[in-house]
């Protein structure tokens, strides 16, 4: 600290000037300045401290002002901490720097707010606890890990007027009406009683005009498979405000994936990121679940290999579901990828995001030139690979259902 250093060369100082005018007193003096140093040494404060933290909720939306209570138990010497909660990129902090005086076997309550960026769980937070002798001469510092449980949520997006119905229905039930004639709620027609048709299915007021037994004929309704991925690679998107591209790619897969379960039909997720983590196709509010926990998992710094996604999808998922899938196309590595998924008869709509929207202006020629390089590439790979799939182009500031709503609509085919 400054007032060590200079205490240091002061003592030094008295030294030089001991020698060159051949007398004690400035030994002397020099003497009483290393006592001082070494007594506030011997004051200093121990930190062994044990955080733990209090939270209002556990559950957070993005850009959410959260409330964190710090508990700091000090198991060491009196004195005033100042702790610092680390920030990273998926929280910034508001209140920075906390001093808090704390005696030894008593407890302190720092308040911190933050404000998360990305839709994460949490699972821990790095403090930074600071602390210096009663004079000020020697500063001590310790970094504590403090485990934590809290989940940033995606905003959820308007899609309940999207036309997200899939390709082909399976022989189960579900809320898109299919040809098939058997039991339903989607009226069809009226024809003539037969062995073995149930009593309710009859139609008492026709029956008594025709003067025989006529049966009402019902739609059923089959339920489909809709497949999510969101493509998280940094190799993907290497530019600035990825995070914010990468955090409305995961808010828009998570409210197709609600809209999908909430029509009944099964849904299952792909992320691609440091790993191709997958979830089946499956019904209800536990699919809804698993599918927010696979997008919350905090993701390494490598990539994986888009070669494991023409591997994975092929083989685990079947040909009749509609693939949803969020990408920038930046890089032509997994549209090539898709491209040939798609030629093996998997039906794939792709959601870009439009990373040179999330860029800020530039007046620099070389930044513009670089710009427009960069949307002519991603341009020619839409035009390829929009020959096998539907692409949309998704810009920064419009809304996802405005999107969807350019999404073409399939007849739906049953597959057994």
């Not at 209140?95 to 699972?123: D, F």
């Not at 949520?153 to 997200?164: S, T, W, Y």
């Not at 798609?342 to 070389?366: H, T, W």
Request: a positive charge.
């Amino acid at each position: 600290m400054m007032q060590r250093n200079i205490l240091v060369f002061t003592a030094l100082l008295l030294i030089f000037l001991a020698i060159i005018l051949r007398t004690t007193i400035p030994i002397y003096l020099c003497i009483f300045l290393i006592s001082v140093l070494f007594f506030s040494y011997l004051l200093r404060v121990k930190i062994d401290v044990e955080p733990s933290i209090v939270t209002e909720k556990q559950d957070w939306f993005m850009n959410e002002e959260i409330k964190v209570n710090l508990m700091i138990k000090n198991h060491g010497t009196d004195g005033v901490f100042n702790v610092n909660l680390i920030a990273d990129r998926i929280f910034t902090v508001k209140q920075e720097q906390n001093v808090v005086r704390i005696r030894s076997g008593e407890t302190g309550k720092v308040e911190v707010k933050l404000i998360a960026k990305i839709p994460v769980r949490i699972t821990k937070f790095m403090l930074k606890i600071t602390t210096s002798d009663p004079l000020g001469f020697f500063r001590f510092e310790k970094s504590v890990e403090m485990p934590v449980n809290i989940r940033i949520l995606p905003q959820i997006e308007d899609v309940r007027k999207a036309g997200l119905k899939p390709v082909h229905t399976l022989g189960l039930v579900g809320n898109v009406t299919s040809n098939f004639r058997g039991s339903g709620m989607d009226f069809h027609s009226l024809r003539d009683y037969q062995t073995g048709d149930q009593l309710k299915s009859i139609h008492w007021k026709a029956s008594a005009r025709y003067g025989k037994l006529i049966a009402k004929q019902f739609n059923a309704e089959r339920s489909g498979d809709v497949i999510v991925c969101v493509d998280l690679r940094k190799s993907a998107c290497p530019l600035e405000k990825r995070e914010e591209m990468q955090a409305r790619m995961i808010s828009a897969a998570f409210s197709v994936a609600t809209k999908v379960v909430n029509n009944r039909d099964r849904v299952g997720a792909v992320v691609i990121s440091d790993a191709v983590r997958y979830i089946m196709p499956g019904y209800g509010k536990k699919q809804i679940y698993r599918i927010l926990e696979l997008l919350l998992l905090r993701r390494g710094e490598g990539d994986a290999p888009v070669e494991n996604v023409g591997f994975i999808l092929p083989r685990l998922f079947r040909t009749t579901a509609l693939f949803i899938i969020f990408t920038p196309m930046l890089d032509d590595a997994l549209p090539r990828i898709l491209v040939d998924v798609a030629n093996r008869g998997f039906k794939i709509v792709c959601i870009s995001p439009d990373p040179l929207s999330y860029l800020p202006q530039s007046k620099s020629m070389e930044d513009q030139i670089a710009m427009g390089v960069l949307g002519l590439k991603r341009k020619s790979l839409i035009a390829i690979s929009s020959r096998h799939m539907e692409i949309l182009n998704w810009p920064r500031h419009v809304m996802l259902a405005s999107v969807l709503r350019g999404l073409r609509t399939y007849r739906e085919r049953i597959a057994y």
